[in-house]
């Protein structure tokens, strides 16, 4: 596993370090102490620019993650937080993977993304560059639409991937308690402190919770309304 500075840092405070990543790796995945910032650089050993890069920031802590596509390079991107990490032991939780760049006309509101999977249930990670919350509305076997809450300026890109191993949970349209502000994500995987991603069907911000062995709790920023669901992965790392 290619390990990036910040997140070695980490696994030192933890008392481990994880094994030696090759550059050929097509996911990265951690959790990030960063401290009373307004973003961060993150590293990779990707070696593409079209890298879908996914963030659940700790509870508490309602910011929006992007980048400027100026300041990144096939090996780095620079990352904005909308709202600067509330407390020096705020944490991130990231995975970065090999996905697929495409191009959102300018003042669009949503994108239909023709990933091709064959697969209705698929959990897509979706990532912009720009300041925006992103949520999805109608799933297909070969498309999602997503929703933006802020219009795309020029130059919008929308990255998009399916990485995931084995190892991880998914869940797909599980539904969320109307007007809850937070869900448990019952994943079983035997393992405490793993990153999670979720994907609303509302425009909200989703936090991590506490992390049990079992089961992760999310928060949302804006309560969900009837019918509103999530797209998920906990990431086995």
Known sequence: MYTSPQVAYLYQVAGTLPPPQPPTTEVIAARVVVG??????????????DVVHAFTPSRGW????YFDPNLQTTGSFRT????PSPYRA???DYVVS???GVTVPPDATSYTINHGYNDASAVVLVSTNWNTQIYKSTKTANTLLVNFSVPAPAGARLFYSN???AYDYLTSGEAVADWAESHVLTHNLGKAGLPVFALPSWPTVVTAGVKGDTQTE???SVAAPPGGTVDAMVKFI
């Open 98 to 100: 090999k996905g697929t």
């Open 80 to 83: 904005f937080f909308s709202v």
């Open 163 to 165: 990485h995931y191993s």
């Open 62 to 65: 309602y910011t929006s993650v």
């Open 36 to 49: 009373n910032l307004d973003g961060t650089i993150f590293t990779h050993g990707l070696e593409t620019l």
């Open 218 to 220: 999310i928060h949302f």
């Open 90 to 92: 705020a944490t991130i």
